[in-house]
């Protein structure tokens, strides 16, 4: 039985649904924290996937469904607030008559300070070990390397942005021992995963440093670079892959140890779309409703899976989820026992 340090996910991860107005000052309270990272999506309109944090500021904002260089503008999101944040009027965040979700990620409380654990010192670096998150902005040196992330263990996976203007056209990069070593996939792209020796040997990581060599996406000299670092915590997060049987009628379970509250798929051997699922826009099993990270569509509801009290199940067949393929998933929920070794009872 997995027993958890957190005793309520919602004060590290929370999704929030809210509807546009298309006025600057639209306040949204709810989140249960103050956002260090948001990711917002809309449901009903054709837009972007627009990423935000703290450690950049929240006049800069990135895209994860294209590999464009970071923009600075006052017109996505005003502040981080105490139990949310406040949005202005750019149509991504805030159009109106236009439904959107929020994810948001608590890191460090805020920008952080550098990290001078690895050979590149970072810009700063805001760090969640309890939640096993971390967010750090770093300038590249073309030379093979290291930066410290802060978590105090080795990070599952990392989601790499570019973010200066001089090469900015450059594709996120996802990759770590997930996934296994010197092997990448896309965020911004449906590509499968790619192996090359070009990647980091993620088998040289450790519990303060991630190692990156001299690829564009993540140490080109002189690049500025945004690093989103995550790591398993039992039962709040669980991050790995598993395997589809093609089975629409009994797909595989996965253990998470956990209850998802939010889940993100990726087919890694099939060039077929990132897709999330979450508990606040699909309240009952089996779970409908899913959004992608790797383009701007709407919402649609053509994949179905369960969200169960330790786990997920695939509730259909399909190469986006449930194929003859491996999958990279990554789960974030709240577990049914307490911390300090106390268990609930399940209801």
């Not at 460090?108 to 690895?118: F, P």
């Not at 915590?233 to 998470?256: D, L, M, Q, R």
């Not at 087919?267 to 990270?293: F, G, S, Y």
Request: charged share 15%; hydrophobic share 30%; with cysteine.
């Amino acid at each position: 039985m997995a027993y958890t340090t957190i005793n309520k996910h919602t004060d590290y991860f929370n999704t929030k649904l809210y509807s546009g107005n298309g006025s600057n000052g639209n306040a949204q309270t709810g989140v249960g924290f103050q956002p260090d990272f948001t990711w917002i999506k809309s449901r009903n309109y054709g837009s972007s996937n627009v990423l935000i944090d703290a450690v950049r500021g929240v006049n800069k904002h990135i895209i994860s469904n294209t590999n464009a260089a970071e923009v600075t503008s006052t017109a996505y999101i005003a502040s981080f607030n105490s139990d949310g944040f406040t949005l202005n009027n750019d149509g991504d965040v805030n159009g109106s008559s236009r439904t959107y979700a929020s994810w948001n990620w608590k890191a460090g409380g805020g920008q952080g300070s550098s990290n001078t654990d690895g050979t590149i010192n970072t810009t700063y670096t805001s760090a969640n070990t309890t939640a096993g998150f971390s967010i750090s902005k770093y300038s590249g040196t073309g030379s093979n390397g290291t930066f410290g992330h802060g978590l105090g263990v080795i990070p599952d996976i990392v989601f790499w942005k570019r973010t200066d203007s001089n090469d900015g056209a450059v594709n996120w990069i996802v990759g770590g021992p997930a996934l296994g070593s010197e092997t990448k996939l896309v965020l911004n792209t449906n590509e499968a995963k790619t192996t090359n020796s070009a990647f980091p040997d993620t088998t040289s990581w450790t519990n303060q440093v991630v190692s990156v060599k001299t690829y564009e996406g993540q140490n080109d000299s002189n690049a500025t670079y945004v690093a989103y670092a995550f790591a398993s915590k039992t039962g709040y997060s669980k991050i790995g892959t598993y395997e589809g049987n093609n089975s629409a009628a009994n797909g595989p379970f996965v253990y998470t140890g956990l209850r998802p509250s939010f889940i993100l798929i990726k087919n890694m051997d099939h060039t077929k779309d990132w897709n999330i699922w979450d508990d606040k826009r699909d309240i009952d099993n089996p779970l409908e409703k899913k959004l992608a990270p790797s383009t701007s569509g709407v919402e649609s509801t053509d994949l179905a899976l369960d969200f169960l009290s330790n786990g997920f199940k695939l509730r259909q067949n399909g190469s986006n989820f449930n194929d003859s393929y491996t999958y990279f998933y990554m789960a974030f929920g709240q577990s049914l026992v307490g911390s300090n070794n106390v268990p609930c009872n399940a209801r």
